[in-house]
């Protein structure tokens, strides 16, 4: 079955800095891959995603990128904000699996004023 | 969002008592999922639903039943609660179908002492 490594673990940035979190996928059908934020005490919220037909997607600061060839996908933070502190997740899943995603270990971002 | 209700909040146990999570979502949509997290392993994916009593297992189901009687309703049952299943239990609703994301539910925390 799927297995998804992230990392690293934790990551600390200064303010206004660059964040970013990797994720590499064992199996090679997998063909979404989302990114989860998780703030203390609350339940994990969809902040990203992106289909395997596409490299790259934007959202405001937030972004991903997705090399299928390497089987790894990034998620990019610019000009970090002490409000992107939280636990971000990657998952991956593929269409003919219900749905189910697995997830990676999760990375703790703490960003400082 | 998919107006999911997970119930209780919190719960406190006794090793060898069977316990049943409720999920409920109010959008009838058709995939539902059942995850346990614990740290350092993120989100791990114990049952999941396509469909009015169609079930599959996931990566940590031993110990674990659930059903789906009503398209509304995802029960998870500890059969025999112990302590290594002292977790948060997040119940998610796929709104678009497979390879689409997750909508949480607020959480679950049970201890089992």
């Known amino acids: 079955g799927e297995n998804v490594e992230q990392h690293p673990s934790t990551l600390s940035v200064q303010e206004g800095d660059s964040a970013v979190i990797k994720c590499t996928y064992s199996d090679s059908a997998s063909n979404y891959f989302p990114w989860y934020k998780q703030e203390l005490g609350k339940r994990p919220q969809l902040i990203i995603d992106?289909?395997?037909?596409?490299g790259e997607k934007k959202d405001q600061r937030i972004a991903v990128t997705l090399n299928k060839t390497a089987k790894h996908f990034s998620l990019h933070i610019t000009e970090t904000q002490p409000e992107d502190s939280a636990v971000y997740f990657c998952?991956?899943?593929?269409?003919?699996?219900?749905?189910?995603?697995?997830f990676g270990q999760g990375t703790e971002l703490s960003v400082k004023p | 969002d998919a107006g999911i209700t997970q119930s209780p909040r919190h719960k406190v146990t006794e090793t060898g008592t069977p316990v049943t999570l409720r999920c409920h979502q109010t959008e009838n949509h058709r995939y539902m999922y059942w995850y346990r997290q614990d740290p350092g392993h993120g989100l791990r994916l114990i049952h999941y639903s396509y469909g009015v009593k169609d079930t599959d297992k996931g990566e940590v189901s031993d110990g674990y039943s659930v059903s789906r009687s009503k398209t509304e309703d995802f029960l998870l049952t500890l059969e025999s609660a112990t302590s290594s299943q002292t977790s948060v239990y997040f119940c998610a609703v796929g709104e678009g179908g497979p390879n689409y994301g997750y909508t949480f539910g607020s959480g679950t925390r049970l201890t089992v002492v």
């Open positions: 992106i289909r395997s037909n596409v």
């Open positions: 998952a991956a899943s593929r269409w003919n699996q219900g749905g189910k995603l697995i």
